[in-house]
Nanobody
């Protein structure tokens, strides 16, 4: 049974930092690309960042470029998102997702349940 479990969310002031983790199990972690998405209250789920299966290729949505860093440790079956210089508009539930799939939700086969990030002024 595949499980993705996010952690590391919380409440911080604007300008602060958080590091999210996503622990994966139940599939071959290193075989799949992974993504971070976020969903703010009342808004659509948006793609934040993508990382290839080996970790060599990463992409970011424009609003987080230069502030967020996605990474993965295939030996630990864990995905990360380092978030610096946080802004109020970064407030959202953050989801990790694994394995691109044409039939998956938002194009991804596996999803975590999310972790809440709240940024205050």
């Amino acid at each position: 049974q595949v499980q993705l479990v996010e952690s590391g969310g919380g409440s911080v002031q604007a300008g602060g930092s958080l590091k999210l983790s996503c622990a994966a199990s139940g599939y071959i972690f290193s075989s799949c690309g992974m993504r971070w998405y976020r969903q703010a209250p009342g808004k659509e789920r948006d793609l934040v960042s993508i990382i290839s299966s080996g970790g060599s290729t990463t992409t970011y949505t424009d609003s987080v470029k230069g502030r967020f860093t996605i990474s993965r440790d295939n030996a630990k079956n864990t995905l990360y998102l380092q978030m610096n210089s946080l802004k109020i508009e970064d407030t959202a539930v953050y989801y990790c997702a694994a394995c691109p799939s044409p039939v998956g939700h938002y194009g991804m086969r596996y999803w975590g349940k999310g972790t809440l990030v709240t940024i205050s002024s």
